[in-house]
Every structure is written in structure tokens, then in C-alpha cells.
């Protein structure tokens, strides 16, 4: 079977792109081109390049991994996208990226674009993880490798703040205006995180430029939602029987999406509004929603489901103990919230559940487990300081939090270990040294610098909580206590 590229005709029943793609030049420069791109912002664009057109075409750059860009480069950036939900599969062909390159051996072709005046938006997906930000200070991590590099040889940066940064100087000494920074991770105010990151990191380089880039480098922030699984042998399968050619780079997703920008981008947009993007004056109360629902729940399921044998999330839906906790999280979380005009959270609730239970997608609870040093504080940690101050239970929280604890001791409750796959694992494996008592873990892990928000552990209560739940899921195992939890609960 030949490949997917711009040579080759697509069948006629499939949806594929109504512009040439050819016909349009870039403005956007993405890092991070991995599944979760291919079903977001790539799609948005595609749709407003067939409704408005314009350049705005895509040049991407994988940092990290090669893969992207051996899957992307060689089809003309061409890939399918699998929209899976309970009533059928979907698939359509995206020809918004124009241009993949690799980090690892492309530094100066990423450069040379990022510093083109036609790149007018550099958009990024690099996980929570990516940015070598200390989320504790709000400045440049200094202890991470890729950052302590650039900030030795900042000509020839390797990681997101490096690049940014010598970009943006290179723009400004040729007099060229810079582009808008959009943050598109889950990460809380992300567009001000980010823009306090590039900030500090330019402080250490060079201050004038620092404060050249804070007065006019727009960062807005944004709230993204797709559940992109990643893809499997299945994915590349259906694909190839979609479209009659091997497809190396095709995804699947569900049908839901979701994006939410503040409107400010002083070098222009593409017309996503026209994708159904949804422009506002202020993102926080959306993204809020959204990491405390969705993705605070879906770490309580993902560590307590993976422990009780649940391979996929739509697995935990159907486990009647479960589907109560999933339940009650999301409740919980959503009275942490101020109220949002047009939102009502109980229905988003029963649609996040509705997703979550989508029978079409096989979204490991093991991928959604990973890095929880970085997913913790915006999800569960600072939810429950907030439920706290409002005088509402804590249990919910403490009980995703007891949860993270078990998972991080890296062994099933049949001994079968796995791997944390967390970038402060080692930390992890020094602090807990093996203890396998409650309070033993909870101490240690409660240790560790910069995860817990101030005020938190001596909560009143907080940690005893988290300390019986965690003595129970060790004693008791993981799907008895899940059980007895649900049980307690009052109808
Ligand atoms: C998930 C998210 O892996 C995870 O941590 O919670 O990737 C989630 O699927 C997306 O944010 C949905 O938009």
C-alpha cells in the first residue's frame, strides 16, 4: 500500500481538506506535534484555512522524540483523523501542517522559522512537564538540564524557553515585531505561567530584552479539551482501510472539542471562531472548570482505577463503586468553583461522564497516571484548599491524594510493579525508600519541595484522612477500600 502524501488522490467519501493546502503559506509555528496537536488546534486551523483562508498554515517542531516528525515529514504533513463516538466513526484528512522538524537534529531550520516575520503565532502542546518552569517560583527551572544548556549557550537553544527567547531576541534586533505566545497545555493561567517563564529566562540573559518581551509579547490563555487516547495499531489499521493508503501519523479521538482563547493577538489569528472556538475576555473560570472536572477526576480515576485492574477510563464507567467516586469528584470539584454565566456545572458533569463512558475510546488510565508531580496541584491540591476555605469535606480530595500516594509505590496489590513514568520518580523512590506503612508515605511524599500548597498539610484533618485511606488501599487493597468508600457514600 503507498503512503498518504499530496500526490496521492483521496477517496471521495472521505472529508479532506476543501482549500489546497498548498496555496496557503504558514504564520503559525507549533511546538509539540504530538496526538493531542493532531486533534486540537491543527484541526481549528484546517477549518478556518476551508473557511476563511489565509497563512496560516503550520510549521511544526517535535523537541523531544523524533517520532512526529518521521510520521508527518514523509506524507506532506497529511494524516487522518479518527473521531470515534458512540454512534460511529468519523475520519477526515487535515492539511493544516505544512512543515514537521525534528529538535534533535533541525535546531537551526526551527530557529530560522520561529524568527520569520510570517510566523506571527508560536502555539505550544509540550505536556506540563516541557516547559522548564519552576511551577514553585513562577520562574526558569535552573536544575533542569535543557534549560541550564540555553542558558549557557543561548545561540543554539534546545528546549521551549531557549527557543523562545533567542527568537524573540533576533526578531527585536532586526527590528521585527514579535508573535503571540499561546500556551495550549493544562496547566492553570497558562498563558501568564508562560510569560513569566520566558520573562525570567530572558532576565538572565539580557534585562532590557526581558523587559522589551513584558511589554509586548501577548501571551493569552486558552483552555483546551479533546480526549485524545494515544494511538494504537488499531488507529494506523482503520486508517489504512479509510483512506486505501498507509497513514503513519493517523490519530483517533472523541467527538467533543473544545476551545476556549482570550482574544489577544496583536499579529493577527486564523479565524478558529469559525471551528467553533469560543473567544473570551477572560479564560481562568473556564480553565478552572475544566482542570478541577475533567482532568482532576480523571487523576482519581486513573490512579485508583489502574490499581483495581481498569485498563481504560470507560472501564472505571462501567464499576458501579467507581462510577459513584467519579461521581462525587466531579461534585466536589465543581463547588470549588464561582459561578460562570451560561455554565451550569451539573450538566457539564453529566456530559464529562458521558464522555468518560464513550464505548469507541480506549484512553489508558496508565497515560492519563503519568507525571503526577505535575498534575497534582492544579487538579486536586489547590481544589481542596479551596473547598477548605468554603467549610466543604475534604474527603474527595484526600481520597484522589491518598490514591496518587498508593500509585507512587509503584506496585500493584499482587506485587506486580510498574513504572511511575513521573520526571521526579527518583525523588519519589529516595523518599519513599521502600516504606510501606501509611503514615510512613504520607510523611515522605509530604516532603517533597514544592508540590503542596502552603497551608494544606495542616489542615485540619487533611492529613489523618489521607493517612486511614492510604492504610487502607495497603492493607486492604485498592478495590475493597474503592468499594467501602462508595458504600459510605449516602444516596
Ligand atoms: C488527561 C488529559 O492525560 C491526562 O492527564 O487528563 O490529557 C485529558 O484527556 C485532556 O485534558 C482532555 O482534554
Not at 460511529?88 to 493544516?96: E, K, L, M, Y
Not at 529566562?201 to 501571551?219: C, G, H, K, N, S
Not at 493569552?220 to 494515544?230: E, F, K, L, Q
Not at 502552603?454 to 485511606?469: A, K, Y
Request: glycine fraction near 8%; proline fraction near 6%.
Amino acid at each position: 500500500m503507498d503512503r498518504l502524501d499530496a500526490s496521492h488522490a483521496l477517496p471521495a467519501s472521505l472529508q479532506t481538506p476543501s482549500y489546497t493546502p498548498a496555496d496557503h503559506g504558514t504564520g503559525i509555528f507549533h511546538l509539540g506535534l504530538g496526538a493531542f496537536h493532531r486533534a486540537h488546534q491543527a484541526v481549528y486551523t484546517d477549518t478556518a484555512l476551508a473557511t476563511s483562508g489565509g497563512d496560516w498554515r503550520i510549521v511544526g517542531a517535535s523537541l523531544r522524540s523524533a517520532a512526529p516528525v518521521e510520521e508527518l515529514a514523509p506524507q506532506d504533513g497529511l494524516y487522518t483523523l479518527i473521531e470515534r463516538g458512540s454512534d460511529g466513526t468519523r475520519a477526515r484528512v487535515i492539511g493544516s501542517i505544512s512543515t514537521a522538524l525534528s529538535g534533535a537534529t533541525q535546531g537551526a531550520e526551527i530557529l530560522a522559522a520561529l524568527v520569520d516575520p510570517a510566523t506571527r503565532i508560536v502555539s505550544l502542546t509540550v505536556t506540563e512537564k516541557g516547559y522548564g518552569i519552576d511551577r514553585a517560583t513562577g520562574g526558569a527551572n535552573p536544575a533542569d538540564p535543557t534549560v541550564a544548556a540555553d542558558l549557557l549557550t543561548p545561540e543554539h537553544p534546545r528546549g521551549v524557553l531557549g527557543f523562545l527567547v533567542r527568537a524573540l531576541a533576533v526578531r527585536r534586533a532586526a527590528g521585527a515585531p514579535p508573535f503571540t505566545v499561546l500556551c495550549c497545555d493544562n496547566l492553570p493561567d497558562n498563558g501568564a505561567m508562560l510569560r513569566a517563564g520566558v520573562v525570567d529566562f530572558a532576565t538572565r540573559l539580557d534585562p532590557e530584552l526581558a523587559t522589551w518581551i513584558a511589554q509586548t509579547v501577548a501571551f493569552p490563555g486558552t483552555m483546551v479539551d479533546r480526549i485524545t487516547p494515544a494511538r494504537t495499531e488499531q488507529t494506523l489499521a482503520d486508517a489504512a482501510s479509510l483512506i486505501g493508503l498507509t497513514d503513519l501519523a493517523a490519530i483517533e479521538t472523541e467527538p467533543f472539542t473544545q476551545w476556549v482563547i482570550e482574544d489577544h493577538f496583536p499579529t493577527g489569528r486564523p479565524a478558529w471562531e469559525t471551528a467553533g472556538a469560543i473567544f473570551v475576555e477572560d479564560v481562568a473560570p473556564y480553565e478552572a472548570m475544566k482542570l478541577r472536572m475533567l482532568n482532576g477526576a480523571h487523576s482519581m480515576l486513573a490512579y485508583t482505577g489502574y490499581l483495581s485492574g481498569h485498563r481504560y477510563v470507560r472501564d472505571t464507567m462501567t464499576d458501579p463503586a467507581m462510577r459513584r467516586l467519579i461521581k462525587r469528584h466531579l461534585l466536589a470539584a465543581a463547588a470549588t468553583l464561582a459561578p460562570l454565566p451560561g455554565i451550569d456545572f451539573t450538566a457539564y458533569a453529566e456530559a464529562l461522564c458521558h464522555r468518560f463512558a464513550n464505548p469507541a475510546i480506549a484512553h489508558e488510565t496508565y497515560q492519563i497516571a503519568m507525571d503526577g508531580t505535575q498534575k497534582l496541584p492544579q487538579r486536586i491540591l489547590h481544589p481542596a484548599m479551596d473547598a477548605a476555605a468554603a467549610g466543604q469535606s475534604l474527603r474527595p480530595f484526600a481520597f484522589a491524594t491518598a490514591g496518587w500516594m498508593r500509585y507512587c509505590v509503584g506496585q500493584l496489590d499482587n506485587g506486580q510493579a510498574y513504572a511511575l513514568r513521573d520526571p521526579r520518580e527518583q525523588e519519589i523512590a529516595r523518599a519513599l525508600d521502600g516504606r510501606t506503612d501509611a503514615s510512613g508515605i504520607v510523611a515522605a511524599l509530604g516532603g517533597l519541595p514544592g508540590l503542596w500548597p502552603d497551608g494544606l498539610q495542616t489542615l485540619p484533618g487533611w492529613s489523618d484522612m489521607v493517612t486511614e485511606i492510604l492504610s487502607d488501599m495497603m492493607t486492604h487493597g485498592v478495590t475493597q477500600t474503592l468499594q467501602a468508600e462508595a458504600t459510605s457514600l449516602a444516596d
